[in-house]
């Protein structure tokens, strides 16, 4: 796992793929190598990397999907979905008030998100931008 002061990081390994890029840098990973065949993305949120973004059809993109390399989390691909989650191993809790719960359930359950991965979002988000990630 690769850390850094301040925070730990995922990287991601992944083969040269204009679609996949960009939207790894859309979701705020920053690119730290790269050569002609596999660019490393490091980062901290979990990602939905669809077949669609990739521009690959399926048997491309299950070749693509085999060759990418994760560390610090998990690589799972689900049909044409890839999903990269880091290791989550700490847990922390909030209290808040029931206004204010049904607030964060109602803007969660629009996203199609649980409330926890909700608010996980936009912590890390805000984290990550105080950090100019």
């Not at 705020?28 to 596999?38: H, L, M, S």
């Not at 204010?100 to 649980?114: F, N, P, Q, S, Y």
């Not at 979002?121 to 105080?130: D, E, K, M, V």
Request: with cysteine; net charge positive; hydrophobic share 30%.
């Amino acid at each position: 796992m690769g850390s850094k002061k301040g925070g730990i990081y995922l990287k991601i390994k992944i083969p040269v793929n204009k679609g996949a890029e960009k939207f790894l840098e859309n979701s705020q990973y920053k690119k730290i190598k790269g050569d002609d065949t596999k660019t490393i993305y490091q980062g901290v949120f979990a990602v939905d990397l669809s077949r669609e973004t990739t521009g690959l059809k399926q048997r491309a993109f299950i070749k693509f999907c085999s060759n990418i390399q994760v560390e610090g989390g998990y690589l799972r691909r689900r049909g044409e979905h890839l999903y990269i989650t880091p290791k989550r191993s700490a847990r922390m809790k909030i209290r808040v008030s029931e206004d204010e719960k049904k607030m964060v359930e109602e803007d969660a359950r629009k996203l199609g998100l649980k409330p926890e991965d909700y608010l996980r979002r936009l912590a890390l988000q805000q984290a990550a931008n105080n950090r100019g990630i």
